[in-house]
């Protein structure tokens, strides 16, 4: 008897088990080559094909995989995957969940070091291209539940340092001196007028 395909299964799931123990759920085809130490691009597409037939794998997007449909994802972990390096929600979404902007904003707002607008699924997302010198400044950046987000005073110096003269609705819910020493902090250019009464 024959256990050549016996054994062929049972490696190939014991690369699905890697993937689950990294306790990720969202993947880009260069994360799984590297996971699999697989370095032939066809072996590493028909391995996926495989996984995406049985079920084990949701195409997003052309080299971009998940563990779960689209609709099951956290939308921003998957905005942030999908950006595919270093980058933290701020500006108007952080902005109007805390009603000092209070206008409809549509889409997830990002800081990274590209400038993009997209859509995955129902999600539309938006990323501001940050200099790495103010990127990687982590003054007012928190990590919630494994999402670096900004606080509402580094999203303020975020949002000012791309648009100075901003407007926001709820003004006085601000503390402008955090603001002015996030912003002294990061290194952005001070916006004294907004914040000298």
Do not use: C
């Amino acid at each position: 008897m024959n256990n050549k395909p016996k054994k062929i299964k049972q490696r190939q799931d014991d690369k699905f088990v890697q993937i689950a123990r990294l306790g990720e759920s969202i993947f880009h085809t260069q994360d799984l080559a590297s996971l699999w130490q697989i370095k032939n691009p066809n072996t590493l597409y028909t391995l996926i094909k495989r996984y995406k037939k049985r079920g084990l794998l949701f195409g997003i997007y052309k080299g971009f995989y998940s563990l779960k449909p689209v609709d099951q994802i956290n939308p921003i972990m998957l905005g942030i995957k999908a950006l595919h390096g270093f980058a933290y929600v701020s500006t108007e979404t952080v902005l109007t969940q805390a009603g000092i902007i209070q206008q409809n904003i549509h889409g997830i707002t990002f800081i990274s070091s590209q400038s993009k607008k997209f859509s995955i699924g129902d999600n539309h997302y938006y990323s501001r291209k940050l200099k790495d010198l103010y990127l990687f400044q982590p003054a007012g950046i928190i990590d919630e539940h494994g999402v670096k987000t900004a606080t509402i005073e580094r999203a303020i110096a975020d949002l000012l340092y791309f648009n100075s003269k901003a407007y926001f609705d709820g003004e006085k819910l601000i503390d402008w001196k955090k603001v002015k020493e996030i912003q002294k902090t990061i290194g952005y250019p001070l916006t004294a007028e907004r914040y000298v009464k």
